[in-house]
């Protein structure tokens, strides 16, 4: 005896639909995957450009040349096993390869506030297990300079206090909070550090 099933007929919208999503799964994968490689090629040829660089003599002269090329230094936080490129700026190209050193505050060396924003979903995301004493170096041209963090905090996006100049060296890390939100976060997760000797 033979049994024959009937074939299923998919109509055609619904396989334009199939095709349409698949496409669009294929298109977000991709572009994942460019921003993944983008920013690792970016951080590891950035970093060697430092290196480089940073092996000159003396420090490069001038009140504005602790950034060349875009290129500000190198953020490490030993403990969390974090080591990122820190670039000029805050746009979204800049910040989806680098972290951020945000315009109008300090450079590190001088008195004031020195801010560095990053993306809490990729370089910034290891910042959700900092702690009070935590060591910050930022290797920059001019120097090597280590910071203890003494406090974390969370914000509302629109407080831009905590990035104010109290005349003492300081260095503020700010990231999009909660860690694990999906969409664009509500709040800001900021971490506050002294320099030390």
């Known amino acids: 005896?033979?049994?024959?099933?009937?074939?299923r007929s998919i109509s055609s919208p619904l396989l334009w639909a199939r095709i349409a999503l698949l496409s669009?799964?294929?298109?977000?994968?991709?572009?994942?995957?460019?921003?993944?490689v983008d920013t690792w090629l970016y951080q590891r040829q950035a970093s060697r450009a430092i290196d480089r660089l940073a092996m000159w003599p003396?420090?490069?002269?001038?009140?504005?040349a602790g950034a060349i090329g875009g290129l500000l230094g190198r953020m490490e936080i030993p403990r969390?096993?974090?080591a990122v490129v820190v670039a000029e700026g805050t746009d979204e190209r800049?910040?989806?390869?680098?972290?951020?050193?945000?315009?109008?505050?300090?450079?590190?060396?001088?008195?004031?506030?020195?801010?560095?924003?990053?993306?809490r979903d990729t370089l910034f995301r290891p910042l959700k297990g900092i702690q009070h004493d935590d060591v910050i170096?930022?290797?920059t041209l001019q120097g090597e300079y280590?910071?203890?963090?003494i406090s974390?905090?969370?914000?509302s996006p629109y407080d831009v206090e905590v990035l104010k100049s109290d005349g003492s060296q300081i260095l503020t890390l700010v990231t999009c909070y909660p860690f694990y939100f999906v969409g664009p976060s509500p709040d800001r997760f900021v971490v506050r550090a002294e320099r030390v000797a």
């Open 80 to 82: 969390l096993g974090l």
């Open 137 to 139: 170096v930022l290797i």
């Open 24 to 36: 669009a799964a294929v298109a977000l994968l991709g572009y994942c995957a460019f921003v993944l």
């Open 94 to 119: 800049t910040l989806r390869r680098a972290a951020g050193h945000i315009k109008g505050t300090e450079l590190p060396g001088k008195p004031g506030n020195v801010g560095i924003a990053g993306h």
């Open 146 to 149: 280590r910071y203890r963090v």
């Open 152 to 155: 974390t905090k969370v914000v």
């Open 58 to 64: 003396a420090p490069l002269p001038g009140p504005g």
């Open 1 to 7: 005896m033979k049994i024959i099933v009937p074939g």
